[in-house]
């Protein structure tokens, strides 16, 4: 089992950058694909950006494609999600999700294929 929290979220004006940042209890953590989905206030949650368990396969939304950037550090058991050129849609509650993997594994993007998720973090970009 694993625990996540994130960190990081607040408010930005459009344009802007934010840093996400999920730390995960556990010392199996590189064996965990890792996603990050995000909830507005009234709509379904969404997939943003996932990281196979070594990292060297991301995947993005087309939606923040160009504009955010998954990566982690097994080392730290953390994974990050950088954010540039908010946009006031951007605005949501973002989440961190990790699913048990292996190397042969497809990292998947649809938020019912994790098995644990963090708090949240709130982000709020104003125009």
């Known amino acids: 089992q694993v625990q996540l929290v994130e960190s990081g979220g607040g408010l930005v004006q459009a344009g802007g950058s934010l840093r996400l940042s999920c730390a995960a209890s556990?010392?199996?953590?590189?064996?965990?694909?890792m996603g990050w989905f995000r909830q507005a206030p009234g709509k379904d949650r969404e997939f943003v950006a996932a990281i196979s368990w070594s990292g060297g396969s991301t995947y993005y939304a087309d939606s923040v494609k160009g504009r955010f950037t998954v990566s982690r550090d097994n080392a730290k058991n953390t994974v990050y999600l950088q954010m540039n050129s908010l946009k006031p849609e951007d605005t949501a509650v973002y989440y961190c999700?990790?699913?048990?993997?292996?190397?042969?594994?497809?990292?998947?993007?649809?938020?019912?294929?994790?098995?644990?998720w963090g708090q949240g973090t709130q982000v709020t970009v104003s125009s």
């Open positions: 999700a990790a699913k048990p993997t292996r190397p042969n594994l497809i990292t998947p993007t649809t938020p019912t294929r994790y098995d644990y």
């Open positions: 556990g010392r199996t953590f590189s064996s965990y694909a």
